[in-house]
């Protein structure tokens, strides 16, 4: 595989050339964007009442008013498109919720806008903050990887980084700051204004310790395509928590740095991006590896996504992946992972503990709107997506005066215990404030089914709690089953124009049980400030800390294998094991660590065992066939 650019990145175009193709709005587009925006926010969005209290804002009211300003206008009299573009983001963006979003017309939708390079921050040992380059496109040599950047246009970097994240709010200041960096150098053009600047002026430090200035263009380019539509009604569409800002940056860092994934997506089969690596059928997705640590070798496996339509291969592959690296402990990354399927990432949680997995439960805003939409889905007429549980508590809320519906789960039940525990070694999380969604969900249930410590690189996750639907899906909803509604409030958009919102919220369980993950997060139990090492060597110091968090943790074995009345075990760290059989008790032993035979009175469908220590419930194993 070659090393060079891609070829979208090779006929990227400037941005004043881009720019000139922009603006073909007319005003009635213009005023039914607006209107359908109203419809969003009034109606469907789950965190109105949250967002007004929390943050002092009135993104409804911001709409009125800028739709009658527009009925003053006319087409002559219009001001700039790219004015009323920026009324409109700032005003969804001023709800600090990144699953709520105006999403640009075109020529903006399916662009990116980039400088050649990344930034990355990283502390010295006094705690002093650097801006590092951590990565360059293939082909530009402006600035060197390793170089510190100090100013950005004459500003001092820490403050640059700080006013951008200001425009494209997060839910907390961790989540402001990671998305300030980000949106220095890349800037996905359909949720994120085209940058003010042709280009930018930046101040570094080069190999002598000399500051230098260079002037960088800023370049337009394709991004890659998403991995689901979310506007047609499929399973995949209707289970999405994602932060598309997140997930257009995913698409564009392989694009911009990572060219060698794309390549080898676009081949099939099982690759290894390294030769440590283990050989993956989906290298966008997983990057799996055992590392070498002061506290010994241990398997390291990053999720760089949830955005998959098949929850299940996502499930199998992940298992296989585990089984293949070091069994003394795992170290789960999903550090910048803006999420995307929520059943894929609430069915990877059963695979790392013996506790039954409670998903978490979402609900409604009560709104005659939302009303409408789920009965019309009671009974899943589409087989695509089941509203019914839903359907009862917003139906009463008139009479109630219930603000939400009742909390329903997402994800099933039974899928997010289908298979079982598989990975029986001790397991550490490494999140940061770019974690969102669907993988805010997965860091939550893994904190509320004390799965293990969670290493934080900031200090919280990025705070999105919600399943996320698009103005298309939502439309699509009220035409089928067949005859649509026919005063169906929902009207096609101009130009490819979209919008999405926050349709349902999500609950923590266990001990935080009722409490929002939204604006909330994930906080670790355990914090690592990413030095020079770690931007620079590959995690050095980071992956030495999860480490020795797996150290301090006891190493557990529950080996299985049934034959007919017989079930052979292999254990290590157990006291204790209990058989079932097809859910019933069938036969309880006393163990040490090696080999033990149990013999069944009966055979059956499912065999689970589960392992005790001092009397906790510790390891489990379901053999099923």
Same mark, same amino acid.
């Given at each position: 595989m070659?090393t060079?650019?891609?070829?979208?990145?090779?006929?990227?175009v400037?941005?004043?050339?881009?720019?000139?193709?922009?603006g073909?709005l007319?005003?009635?587009?213009?005023k039914?964007?607006?209107?359908?925006?109203?419809?969003?926010?009034?109606?469907?969005?789950? @965190?109105?009442?949250?967002?007004?209290?929390m943050h002092?804002?009135?993104?409804?009211?911001?709409?009125?008013?800028?739709?009658?300003?527009?009925?003053? %206008?006319?087409?002559?009299?219009?001001?700039?498109?790219?004015?009323?573009?920026?009324?409109?983001?700032?005003?969804?963006?001023?709800?600090?919720?990144?699953?709520?979003?105006?999403?640009?017309?075109?020529?903006?939708?399916?662009?990116?806008?980039?400088?050649?390079?990344?930034? #990355?921050?990283?502390f010295?040992?006094?705690?002093?903050?650097q801006?590092?380059?951590?990565?360059?496109?293939?082909?530009?040599?402006?600035?060197?990887?390793?170089?510190?950047?100090?100013?950005?246009?004459?500003?001092?970097?820490?403050?640059?980084?700080?006013?951008?994240?200001?425009i494209?709010?997060?839910?907390?200041?961790?989540?402001?700051?990671?998305r300030?960096?980000e949106?220095?150098?890349?800037?996905?053009?359909?949720?994120?204004?085209?940058?003010?600047?042709?280009?930018?002026?930046?101040?570094?430090?080069? #190999?002598?310790?000399?500051?230098?200035?260079i002037?960088?263009d800023? %370049?337009?380019?394709?991004?890659? &395509?998403?991995?689901?539509?979310?506007?047609?009604?499929s399973?995949?569409?209707?289970?999405?928590?994602?932060?598309?800002?997140?997930?257009?940056?995913?698409?564009?860092?392989?694009?911009? $740095?990572?060219?060698?994934?794309? !390549?080898?997506?676009a081949?099939?089969?099982?690759?290894?991006?390294?030769?440590?690596?283990?050989?993956?059928t989906? &290298?966008?997705?997983?990057?799996?590896?055992?590392?070498?640590?002061?506290?010994?070798?241990?398997?390291?496996?990053?999720?760089?996504?949830?955005?998959?339509?098949?929850?299940?291969?996502?499930?199998?592959?992940?298992?296989?992946?585990?089984?293949?690296?070091? %069994?003394?402990?795992?170290i789960?990354?999903?550090?910048d992972?803006?999420?995307?399927?929520?059943?894929a990432?609430?069915?990877?949680? !059963?695979?790392m503990?013996?506790?039954?997995?409670?998903?978490?439960?979402?609900?409604?805003?009560?709104?005659?709107?939302?009303?409408?939409?789920c009965?019309?889905?009671?009974?899943?007429?589409?087989?695509?997506?089941d509203?019914?549980?839903?359907?009862p508590?917003?139906?009463?809320?008139?009479?109630?005066?219930?603000?939400?519906?009742?909390?329903?789960?997402?994800?099933?039940?039974?899928?997010?215990?289908?298979?079982?525990?598989?990975? @029986?070694?001790?397991?550490?999380?490494?999140?940061?404030?770019?974690?969102?969604?669907a993988?805010?969900?997965?860091?939550?249930?893994?904190?509320? $089914?004390?799965?293990?410590?969670i290493?934080?690189?900031?200090?919280?996750?990025?705070?999105?709690?919600?399943?996320?639907?698009? @103005?298309?899906?939502?439309?699509?909803l009220?035409?089928?089953?067949?005859?649509?509604?026919?005063?169906?409030?929902?009207?096609?958009?101009?130009?490819?124009?979209?919008?999405r919102?926050?349709?349902r919220?999500?609950?923590?369980?266990?001990?935080?049980?009722?409490?929002?993950?939204?604006?909330?997060?994930v906080?670790p139990?355990?914090?690592?400030?990413v030095t020079?090492?770690?931007l620079?060597?590959?995690?050095?110091?980071l992956?030495?800390?999860a480490?020795?968090?797996?150290?301090a943790l006891?190493?557990?074995?529950?080996?299985?294998?049934?034959?007919?009345?017989?079930?052979?075990?292999?254990t290590?760290?157990?006291?204790?094991?209990?058989?079932?059989?097809d859910?019933?008790?069938?036969?309880?032993?006393?163990?040490?660590?090696?080999?033990?035979?149990?013999?069944?009175?009966a055979?059956?469908?499912?065999?689970?065992?589960?392992?005790?220590?001092?009397? !906790?419930?510790v390891?489990?194993?379901?053999?099923?066939?």
């Open positions: 070659t060079t650019a891609h070829p979208n990145v090779a006929n990227s400037g941005l004043a050339e881009f720019l000139a193709t922009a073909s007319t005003l009635a587009q213009r039914l964007i607006v209107d359908q925006a109203l419809i969003l926010l009034e109606q469907n969005y789950a @965190h109105l009442p949250l967002k007004v209290a002092a804002v009135n993104p409804v009211q911001r709409l009125r008013v800028l739709r009658a300003r527009l009925e003053r %206008q006319t087409d002559a009299t219009a001001e700039p498109e790219w004015q009323f573009h920026r009324e409109l983001s700032s005003t969804f963006h001023s709800v600090r919720d990144l699953h709520t979003n105006y999403l640009l017309p075109a020529p903006f939708a399916g662009k990116i806008a980039f400088l050649p390079f990344q930034l #990355e921050r990283c010295d040992a006094d705690g002093t903050e801006y590092l380059v951590a990565r360059t496109v293939a082909g530009f040599d402006g600035i060197a990887v390793g170089a510190e950047v100090t100013h950005w246009n004459g500003t001092p970097i820490s403050r640059a980084v700080a006013l951008n994240g200001a494209f709010a997060g839910s907390n200041t961790a989540a402001n700051l990671a300030g960096l949106s220095l150098t890349l800037r996905p053009l359909v949720i994120q204004l085209p940058p003010d600047e042709d280009w930018v002026v930046v101040t570094y430090r080069n #190999e002598n310790g000399a500051s230098e200035d002037r960088v800023w %370049q337009v380019t394709d991004n890659l &395509p998403p991995m689901t539509d979310t506007d047609s009604l399973p995949a569409a209707a289970a999405q928590g994602v932060d598309l800002d997140s997930d257009e940056k995913a698409r564009a860092k392989k694009l911009l $740095h990572a060219p060698k994934v794309v !390549q080898a997506e081949a099939g089969g099982a690759v290894a991006m390294s030769s440590q690596d283990v050989p993956t989906m &290298p966008g997705v997983f990057r799996a590896r055992p590392v070498t640590t002061p506290s010994g070798e241990f398997g390291h496996l990053r999720i760089f996504t949830f955005s998959v339509d098949d929850p299940d291969a996502f499930l199998k592959e992940f298992v296989r992946l585990a089984a293949l690296l070091p %069994q003394n402990g795992l789960v990354d999903v550090r992972n803006g999420g995307g399927h929520i059943f990432s609430e069915f990877l949680l !059963q695979t503990t013996p506790r039954r997995i409670e998903p978490e439960p979402v609900q409604f805003l009560s709104t005659p709107l939302n009303l409408r939409i009965r019309r889905h009671a009974d899943d007429p589409t087989g695509q997506i509203l019914g549980p839903w359907f508590s917003l139906d009463s809320s008139t009479e109630t005066g219930q603000a939400f519906s009742c909390a329903h789960t997402i994800t099933p039940v039974a899928g997010a215990n289908a298979v079982g525990q598989t990975y @029986h070694g001790p397991v550490v999380l490494i999140t940061d404030a770019r974690c969102y969604s993988t805010d969900i997965f860091a939550a249930g893994w904190a509320d $089914h004390d799965l293990g410590p290493l934080g690189v900031d200090d919280n996750t990025g705070a999105g709690g919600a399943n996320v639907w698009t @103005h298309g899906l939502l439309m699509t009220l035409k089928i089953p067949a005859p649509g509604d026919t005063e169906s409030p929902y009207k096609s958009l101009p130009n490819k124009a979209n919008m919102v926050s349709i919220r999500t609950l923590r369980v266990g001990k935080l049980a009722g409490t929002p993950v939204e604006d909330l997060g906080r139990t355990h914090q690592h400030k020079r090492a770690d620079l060597q590959g995690n050095v110091d992956l030495a800390k480490g020795s968090l797996l150290a006891p190493v557990r074995r529950l080996g299985v294998a049934v034959a007919g009345t017989t079930v052979s075990l292999d290590v760290n157990l006291d204790r094991v209990d058989i079932y059989v859910g019933r008790p069938a036969t309880s032993l006393d163990v040490t660590d090696g080999a033990h035979t149990a013999t069944l009175s055979t059956g469908n499912e065999v689970r065992v589960e392992g005790f220590a001092d009397g !906790q419930l390891a489990a194993r379901k053999v099923t066939g």
